[in-house]
């Protein structure tokens, strides 16, 4: 799993959210949040990553792996 696929699932479990909670919130397929955590598939465009990380309550840059944890 990449950084990205690793963040995106410790932070969607921290703050106890589902696969689908979170897809349901941002109107995203389940199952597309699901192939980003495994790493089988990487959002396409910044505003995906922009609407992930502001419903986790992260940086862009901590998602994707350039920032510190």
């Given at each position: 799993m990449d950084t990205f696929g690793r963040r995106l699932a410790a932070r969607r479990k921290e703050l106890k959210l589902t696969?689908?909670?979170l897809g349901l919130d941002l109107n995203i397929d389940p199952l597309r949040i699901s192939r980003w955590e495994r790493g089988v598939a990487t959002p396409?465009?910044?505003e995906a990553v922009s609407q992930l990380a502001r419903a986790l309550g992260v940086t862009v840059g901590w998602l994707i792996g350039e920032e510190a944890a």
């Amino acid at each position: 799993m990449d950084t990205f696929g690793r963040r995106l699932a410790a932070r969607r479990k921290e703050l106890k959210l589902t696969q689908r909670q979170l897809g349901l919130d941002l109107n995203i397929d389940p199952l597309r949040i699901s192939r980003w955590e495994r790493g089988v598939a990487t959002p396409r465009g910044i505003e995906a990553v922009s609407q992930l990380a502001r419903a986790l309550g992260v940086t862009v840059g901590w998602l994707i792996g350039e920032e510190a944890a």
